[in-house]
């Protein structure tokens, strides 16, 4: 039975790290905001206007807790989700976690050239971006450096790329 659960900030690659390493290994691959979104037939900035942060973390912790128990699984959580509750200590007993850590610099990269709308940065300029980034980013390195392994990510631009972070996590989990 296998467990790997990937956290990071937002951007650090998770979901297309995460997919193409489910593929490699065989295993189901779940994005947690996909899977509250299609519970709750709402996207999560729906969510959050109507039921506030602490509502939708919450709804976060529930499913986190239904997709975890699952087996022979890669999880994608969303970059807030280790930072509230006991979800980083619940994710640690559950299976391999990993934490994708990038640079504020990578961080940005990724989110400039990534198709998602990101309700939490729509309209910053490149400046307040990265001001942003490395502001969050200080808050949440305490909970995301609680996993049990770090994998140092640089800007992923092509396959060979994203199959060498591949590589590098299989590697660590055996």
């Known amino acids: 039975m296998t467990r790997i659960i990937l956290i990071g900030y937002m951007g650090a690659g998770k ?26 037939h709402q996207k999560i900035p729906e969510i959050f206007a109507t039921k506030g942060e602490e509502g939708f973390r919450e709804i976060e912790r529930k499913m986190l ?3 975890a128990e699952f087996e022979n699984i890669v999880i994608s959580c969303g970059g807030g989700t280790p930072c509230f509750f006991d979800n980083m200590e ?39 971006l ?12 305490p909970y995301y450096l609680k ?13 060979e790329q994203i199959k060498h972070y591949v590589n590098q996590i299989i590697e660590l989990v055996k």
């Open 15 to 40: 979901t297309t790290i995460g997919k193409v390493l489910a593929r490699e290994m065989g295993l189901d691959f779940y994005d947690l905001d996909n899977y509250i979104e299609d519970r709750f």
């Open 65 to 67: 807790h239904e997709v």
């Open 90 to 128: 619940y994710m640690n007993t559950r299976g391999e976690t990993i934490f994708l850590n990038a640079s504020p610099a990578v961080l940005k990269e990724h989110l400039l050239m990534g198709k998602t709308v990101r309700p939490l940065i729509q309209g910053k300029t490149s400046e307040e």
């Open 130 to 141: 990265i001001a942003y980034i490395e502001e969050s980013l200080q808050q949440r390195l």
């Open 147 to 159: 996993a049990k392994h770090t994998l140092d990510i640089e800007v992923i631009h092509t396959k």
